[in-house]
């Protein structure tokens, strides 16, 4: 059974920084795309990197330049560093695998992604 767990969540202040850490297990191969989302009270769960299997990245606008995305297939973990967080940033993140990830750059989730159980980040002003 493909588990994901994620970890590193927490409470920072605006312009600090966290990193978030995202253990697969139960998979006979390294899923081919990797991802985050965050879902904030009250919003729909959006979108915030992906990484392929090559280590090929996207960002969503909102975070591009502060959040890096990377993956260690040797390790089945995702990471996300996250710097200059600013209070939007709060939300309860999500790891993802097998996350649908267009070569045009659309990516998302759909029945066949698995997902982790969340971590709750929270950016003060």
């Known amino acids: 059974q493909v588990q994901l767990v994620e970890s590193g969540g927490g409470s920072v202040q605006a312009g600090g920084a966290l990193s978030l850490s995202c253990a697969a297990s139960?998979?006979?191969?390294?899923?081919?795309?990797m991802g985050w989302f965050r879902q904030a009270p009250g919003k729909e769960r959006e979108g915030v990197a992906v990484?392929?299997?090559?280590?090929?990245?996207t960002y969503a606008d909102s975070v591009r330049g502060r959040f890096s995305i990377s993956r260690d297939n040797d390790k089945n973990t995702l990471y996300l560093q996250m710097n200059s967080l600013q209070p939007e940033d709060t939300a309860t993140y999500y790891c993802?695998?097998?996350?649908?990830?267009?070569?045009?750059?659309?990516?998302?989730?759909?029945?066949?992604?698995?997902w982790g159980q969340g971590t709750l980040v929270t950016v003060s002003s």
């Open positions: 993802a695998a097998n996350v649908v990830c267009q070569p045009a750059g659309a990516w998302y989730g759909d029945a066949l992604t698995q």
């Open positions: 139960g998979y006979t191969n390294s899923p081919h795309c």
């Open positions: 990484i392929n299997i090559d280590r090929s990245t």
